[in-house]
């Protein structure tokens, strides 16, 4: 463990106890008098709940769930942690909660479950429906979590989605959109090596072709080697990973055979989010790239190659999971925009093309900054995240896909306002010491 993790470890546990948590439910509705109560609770509510009995639809109107989303985790896969529990996934709940508020504006519920299958947290998925208008899993071990995605898509009618797999998948689009930029050659004609085969690296591939790489300028590369139809585990993994499966059966038009070092040569662009580095990647293999590369080393807190040993061996546009490294790529600059879109168009489902549409937008933000340190914002730079909702919105109507329809100006103006505001009153809190300075002696 490095100096600097420590210091922040220490920090984190102790500010979590002086704070008891990051977040807390106030009311949003005025109360001056008892006659208040009339209103918002008895007798007065019955008729808000006859409304939307008549049409359910109107919750999106009268209460919270048009803002209103679950963080689902059963703590099976919880950062770089693994399996920790319900319990121990709480804390990174709440912190996902935390940003979902301040960058998206979106009121969200940590909601860890404790579950023996894949299906009883789809069960609770269909359970809990009425009282959100998305769910977001979280930390969901692989390939469990592309089975709950499936079902759960399949059978709500609310924006669903899996952190881990779409919204990596949208950041990493993101930038390998503005790094092929940089280096003057065209995504759709590259060739592109994933290093790890988990949910991130699987859907950033399905992602990617959906886009318009061709699959078969895609290898693949798990713990056993490089994924081709082939492979001794084939028929085991049509089985207990489809989704897998699907991908070695179509990418790798070479047929290349081997390990991390043979995936790499000639390649234009490689994606690691696998173990913990140094030297998972060497500098002789990045080496062996094709001219200009691009290295994406998204292993935290250490990457595959550290990004100085990339540029050393001839990489063009190196990018990390870090944020004290330029370039990251992280999925905090993709769900905050993608759920205040989704949600202001009250969309029933959460398709590959508006993850598309999310990557595009973020990636044209960065505008005329375009370097090779510049590939993305960051989320100091919070004005394209209504512009990312704005994008979402406008897609989910053309596919049909919205409750209601929303031109760009005006997604974009409800967003930034919902924004500024959930900004706004978290600062004005702060300012007025009701959320109290419990960290200035320690940081």
């Not at 940089?182 to 690296?201: L, W, Y």
């Not at 028929?235 to 081997?258: H, Q, S, V």
Request: proline letters at 5%.
């Amino acid at each position: 463990m490095s100096e600097e993790s420590s210091k922040w470890f220490k920090i984190a546990i102790e500010a979590s106890r002086r704070y008891g948590g990051k977040i807390m439910i106030l009311p949003k509705v005025p109360v001056r008098s008892l006659q208040d109560f009339s209103i918002w609770y008895t007798p007065g509510v019955a008729a808000v709940s006859k409304e939307i009995n008549a049409d359910v639809d109107k919750s999106f109107e009268y209460t919270w769930r048009w803002n209103a989303i679950a963080i689902l985790t059963d703590g099976s896969r919880v950062l770089g942690l693994g399996n920790v529990g319900p319990e121990a996934a709480m804390p990174v709940m709440e912190g996902k909660s935390l940003l979902f508020k301040y960058l998206g504006g979106v009121d969200a519920v940590p909601l860890p479950v404790r579950v023996k299958t894949q299906d009883d947290i789809v069960n609770i998925g269909k359970t809990i429906e009425p009282a959100f208008g998305g769910i977001n899993l979280e930390d969901i071990e692989s390939p469990k979590c592309f089975h709950i995605l499936e079902k759960l898509r399949e059978e709500l009618k609310i924006a669903v989605w899996h952190d881990d797999q779409q919204g990596t998948a949208g950041a990493i689009l993101a930038g390998l959109i503005n790094a092929f930029k940089v280096v003057g050659k065209k995504i759709e004609d590259s060739t592109i090596a994933f290093i790890g085969a988990g949910a991130s690296n699987i859907a950033a591939a399905r992602v990617l072709i959906k886009y318009g790489v061709k699959p078969g300028n895609i290898i693949l590369v798990d713990s056993k080697g490089i994924l081709h139809p082939e492979r001794e585990d084939m028929d085991k993994l049509m089985l207990t990973n489809p989704w897998k499966y699907d991908l070695a059966i179509k990418t790798n038009a070479e047929r290349r055979k081997g390990g991390i070092k043979e995936a790499l040569v000639g390649i234009d662009a490689v994606v690691a989010a696998s173990v913990q580095g140094p030297g998972v990647i060497k500098k002789e293999w990045v080496r062996s790239m094709n001219k200009d590369p691009i290295v994406f080393a998204l292993a935290n807190p250490i990457p595959e190659i550290w990004p100085w040993e990339a540029k050393e061996a001839g990489a063009k546009v190196v990018a990390t999971g870090r944020s004290d490294f330029p370039n990251q790529v992280n999925n905090s600059l993709v769900f905050p925009g993608v759920f205040r879109g989704s949600l202001d168009a009250r969309v029933r489902t959460i398709t590959d093309e508006l993850i598309i549409a999310a990557a595009q937008e973020i990636a044209n933000f960065v505008g005329d900054k375009l370097s090779e340190d510049k590939i993305l914002p960051t989320m100091e730079e919070w004005d394209f995240y209504p512009r990312v909702a704005a994008a979402v919105a406008v897609k989910a109507a053309e596919l049909g896909v919205a409750r209601r329809s929303l031109t760009w100006k005006e997604e974009y103006e409800r967003a930034k306002e919902v924004i500024a505001s959930a900004r706004l009153m978290i600062e004005t809190l702060f300012g007025k010491g009701l959320i109290k300075d419990l960290l200035s002696d320690m940081t």
